[in-house]
């Protein structure tokens, strides 16, 4: 004689409203805790990139120098990096691999020379703001 054994029901049992509620309070709690974290390393990572990229700029300039006897007038501005000046004999250029660089805030960066305190080019962001003056993430980066 054949015997036929009953189906078992599996039962599925869902979270509680309480275990959610609980689950989300920890993850906004994690949240709350880690976002701060990483909006100011994302803050920190632009400065430091804007430094780089002047730091390389001023190699540039440095090097233009060394071949025309001075450095870019303002007039010129950074564009006499990658494009010979109108007149300018000696240069040797260009003096970057790529394209002239924004600031990490898709702005052009500031040149000027002779600098205003008497240096011989001031380069310079104004930073997150893009405006003159500033403090913390906003503050003007300048070489």
């Known amino acids: 004689m054949k015997t036929f054994n009953k189906p ?17 309070v920890i993850i906004g709690l994690l949240a709350g805790i880690v976002a701060p974290n990483l909006f100011r390393q994302l803050s920190s990572s632009e400065v430091t990139t804007a430094r780089a990229q002047m ?31 109108a007149g300018e ?11 002239l660089p924004n600031d990490p805030w898709a702005t052009p960066y500031n040149y000027q020379s002779p600098g205003p305190a008497g240096e011989d080019f001031l380069l310079f962001s104004y930073g997150k703001d893009r405006s003159p003056g500033g403090s913390g993430d906003a503050a003007d980066i300048s070489w």
């Open 89 to 99: 004999t000696r240069w040797n250029g260009p003096y970057l691999r790529k394209a």
């Open 55 to 85: 730091d390389s700029l001023v190699k540039a300039l440095d090097q233009y120098r060394l071949h025309t006897g001075h450095y870019p007038s303002t007039t010129q501005g950074l564009r006499a990096l990658v494009v010979s000046p």
């Open 8 to 24: 078992r029901h599996n039962v599925l049992r869902g979270f509680t409203l309480l275990e959610l509620l609980v689950v989300i």
